[in-house]
């Protein structure tokens, strides 16, 4: 994937928890596959695209990764990603694209408290909204050695791999890089970055929700003034929409008493100025594009539209990780209660729900999917007759079957509690036949753009999603084409590579001599 | 209870949802029994001092009630408080305090849509932050009709009467009314009362938290915005804290789209200007001092005294209700990790916790119940030994029991997940004769004004809390001694007559030509 981004005249340090590439070993031989997922595709453009002056950190996540990392230690990794993915000798002549990584391998305990027990439920659930805080969460010392251990022993650990890239860098090209932080794993990195590497410009962009400071404060005061403090050690702290970049500056003022500018997205901190941003993440539409054309999605294609369409019956798609934040169990509510409102879809509305098992080692996932199954089977068991099964429920983790579902969907349910962004609805419609409708929760990120071309649902009210789903099954024809048509030109505008190309120009412009506006980032 | 609020010199329309009185028929005779709680004895105050001019609207309660309401309809009812309260009968001379009553009736089942969907648990649990929102709450059907036909009809129909009283207070007097609304049940009065009465003054006092915008919005989109347009009938909305005022500004900007001032608190709506202010609550220390001089107090004194105090022993008190809110389970958690990192304190601490059982046909609060038997049984279980019970549950609700309590106490821990103020923690440090220890919650309105005075606890973090609690149990005496001290000094200084008085004051300073800065409302 190329990038259009503009190119940089720095050098480039990413960081990331997941990275562009993983190890095995196959029949004795090192084997290199490239990693995906919606973060991966799109930090890989800008990686590939600078070669020598761009270093990946990321986590050893295989045994044969780890191989690399005791084979190489702080020198990087270079890659050649082309027909034959392979590590590039020294010396050796490489076609482009080339990514250039830097491992990082956490003992496993360690890992375990960083990634298990602090990152994935904890800071997920706080700022997902996801703990009824009359009983949820219960911290105790596991959680405070976890912090301790864990988060904070891993985030040093990382920060030290960056600081040596930078080191790196700076020495081979006598420029200081620009350093990319990733998502929550790593709040504590810019700030130590900063201190060793001054010249460094850093930014931190959190693929996650942010939520107020109420939310905030149920992490305990030295946990949550930390990671704060920690993400202030940047020059721009990047978030999806302007909602979470708002939550964030309402965080600096209301739990570290600093002095926040609403108009102008700032915050000062000691004698510096961090910028609060906001730069919605999307897909690369010709990939996507490409995928629909193949085989493999042909085939699903025919086997679903024979299954579930035609004779006038629709289809109503949701396509999710098993995530308590996805509202899986109240849209199969809203369902029902569609199906109990509206008896004369009993027969022609299928509702097919591809899912993917996430995080099955979490407690509150491997529950979350229990408590999937067993609406479903509520659901099922009062409206199923002659033959026809209200919810199809797949768990299956098939980029080829996603997008032949994307295509044939008559309408696409996203009604996530609280999401960052939600991909799936920015991909649908890019590869959707039937002028699909979207159906959209207005706590997704994508809302703030999609938001006028989707029937807007409220995440917790299962009438209302029922009603709405009722609505997008029924919209006349002319209406669903223009809200499609409507959907696929704004995300064809603000592609990734925009996404991308947005944030390197305010770096670009913090170096400018005058300090100029911010384009694209209006106080509404 | 006289007021030492300042005269004010126009006349009252006080409405809150429990009233100052209520009705019952014993053996063929009308009784008048003194309402309780924390809010009625505030408003006592004032409502007796201004007689005549003083209107206060309630709930009818029982069936007394509603005949009162059957015989005098929009006519007020005066009640003489002295030795034997009674009806004063028209050209009846009686002595002061009198307070004038106008019981409003509504139909059972609007009532219970009102009260027991919307107002509990919907609006309790949502300004407390108690829904984990990838479960709860679940809206359908029944909640957007108690909605519609409950709190939206109840509203109205209470609107309607203080609307009836002003329009006959403005005739007697000649003056415009002040009119003084209370808490989450009624927040659709004061727009329906300004469009009818567009001279009088409003401000509506908001008892609990409020919450910010994220968690505000698990309203449904028309309900939410509803609500707030509806307390933005007021001339000025006021909350116990600096932070729930902030929280409710935050709400206008994000919810409405409403121009906010956060350095001045106030909003714009139209052509008005409506100030958000804070004042905490607070309680009468003569009348707490007079009730632990009571014989009933001396009688529970000596029994406490005798089982779980002398021979080093030390109390461990809390005094709830069995509300969610106030974090009951993680308490004895805390209690249990305590009892397991320091096997000294074995038969040497006894945690007392006098309970009152509250909103039993809620099943989230009878859940709730079960929830605290099962770890008071399981704790009990673990460390019991010699005779010694760790935990002493008392579900009861005795104020005399209570305030034994508090004298005794050495440590009282108030550790609600959320509050809007806890009285509880004002009340102790006037009775105690222990220099108990105050373990209180960031989470607490009393905070902002106790915890200078105080040894604070996370809600959510169960080691500090077990941490705390061992830190209160060893303090040096002379720091007992200064943060009791301390305490009560705050608590006498800012009590409920300095709470009324300055709201009067910020109410008279409205109709000052120069309007003024408010002394007391810093933005900090």
Sequence with gaps: MPTKAPPTHRPVVLLSHRGPVSFRRVRGQRRVSRGGGGLVTALMGLAGSLG???????????????????????????IALAAAPHIVGEGEAADDPIVTTRMVAVDKRRHDEFYGVIANPLLWFVQHGLYGQAEQPILTSREHTAYTRGYLSVNRKFADAVIAQVKQLTAATGKDPIVLLQDYH?????????????????????????????????????????????????????????????????????????????????????????????????????????????????????????????DDRQLVLRVDRTDPSKNIVRGFRAFDVLLTDHPELHGRVTFYALLQPSRQDVPEYSDYIGAIGSVVAEVNARHTGDGWQPIVLQMENDMSLAVAAYSLADVLLVNAVNDGMNLVAKEMPLVNRRDGVLVLSENTGAHEELGPYAVTVHPFDVQQQAEALYEALTLPAEERHRMLAGAVDVVRRHDVHHWLAAQLADIAALDAPEPGEPGEQPEG
């Design 52 to 78: 020598d002056d761009a270093v990946w950190v990321c986590a050893a996540a295989t045994a044969e990764d780890r191989k690399v990392v005791e084979e190489y230690g702080d020198r990087p990794v270079r």
């Design 186 to 310: 790593f709040y504590l990195v810019a700030k130590r970055v900063r201190a060793a590497c001054p010249g460094v410009t850093i930014t931190h962009f959190v693929h996650i929700p942010w939520p107020g400071p109420n939310e905030w404060r149920v992490l305990p005061p030295e946990v949550r003034e930390q990671l704060l403090r920690g993400l202030l050690g940047c020059d721009i702290v990047s978030f999806h929409t302007r909602r979470f970049a708002r939550n964030f500056l309402l965080c600096c003022q209301e739990v570290l008493g600093l002095d926040i500018d609403l108009r102008a997205m700032a915050v000062d901190v000691e004698d510096r100025r961090v910028q609060v941003r906001y730069y919605p993440i999307s897909v690369d539409p010709p990939s996507l594009e490409q995928l629909a054309k193949t085989r493999p999605v042909a085939r699903h294609r025919s086997r679903l539209a024979a299954a579930y369409q035609g």
